[in-house]
């Protein structure tokens, strides 16, 4: 498994670095060094997404998960999938709006869990998220790939 996890879509960062971090991803893309790109904080509402189609060329398949707010466009987070793992994904689930996400993928009897977090920056909402985060999450899975911006440093 290749994953990728870039932080921004339509964030200022993003827009400062857009042409060299797509001329990277599309180079990972085309030499098929990407099999999962997990995203966070994309800032895009579910509109804006449905306009938006498909993100990646060729055969991906992708699970967004719209941002939140009022205008649900802080945050936001997004797993693709790229084709030849499509038939090996059993779950996807949000688990936290805008925040948290999880695809359970199944390869030879082996359940792999790829959870997406995009963590709150104030010190008092990251201990609520992580508390809720073990509420909801799927128990039963034999490994773990987590990935995202946990704001912890």
Same mark, same amino acid.
């Given at each position: 498994?290749?994953?990728?996890?870039?932080?921004?879509?339509?964030?200022? $960062?993003?827009?400062? &670095?857009?042409?060299?971090?797509? /001329? !990277?991803?599309?180079?990972?893309?085309? *030499?098929?060094? @990407?099999?999962?790109?997990?995203?966070?904080?994309?800032?895009?509402?579910?509109?804006?997404?449905?306009?938006?189609?498909?993100?990646?060329?060729?055969?991906?398949?992708?699970?967004?998960?719209?941002?939140?707010?009022?205008?649900?466009?802080?945050?936001?987070?997004?797993?693709?999938? $790229?084709?030849?793992? &499509?038939?090996?994904?059993?779950? /996807? !689930?949000?688990?936290?709006?805008?925040? *948290?996400?999880? @695809?359970?993928?199944?390869?030879?009897?082996?359940?792999?869990?790829?959870?997406?977090?995009?963590?709150?920056?104030?010190?008092?909402?990251?201990?609520?998220?992580?508390?809720?985060?073990?509420?909801?999450?799927?128990?039963?899975?034999?490994?773990?790939?987590?990935?995202?911006?946990?704001?912890?440093?």
């Amino acid at each position: 498994m290749k994953i990728w996890n870039i932080r921004g879509l339509g964030g200022s $960062h993003w827009k400062r &670095k857009r042409s060299r971090l797509m /001329q !990277e991803l599309n180079k990972g893309l085309i *030499a098929g060094q @990407i099999d999962f790109l997990l995203i966070q904080e994309h800032h895009l509402n579910a509109r804006q997404i449905d306009c938006c189609g498909s993100l990646l060329k060729g055969d991906w398949q992708i699970f967004w998960a719209p941002g939140y707010g009022s205008s649900e466009n802080q945050g936001g987070i997004c797993i693709a999938v $790229h084709g030849m793992w &499509k038939s090996c994904i059993v779950r /996807q !689930e949000i688990l936290i709006p805008g925040r *948290a996400q999880v @695809i359970v993928v199944k390869e030879k009897g082996v359940e792999w869990g790829l959870l997406n977090l995009y963590a709150p920056n104030h010190l008092s909402s990251r201990a609520q998220f992580w508390e809720s985060l073990l509420l909801y999450m799927p128990i039963k899975i034999d490994h773990w790939i987590i990935g995202g911006d946990f704001k912890m440093l």
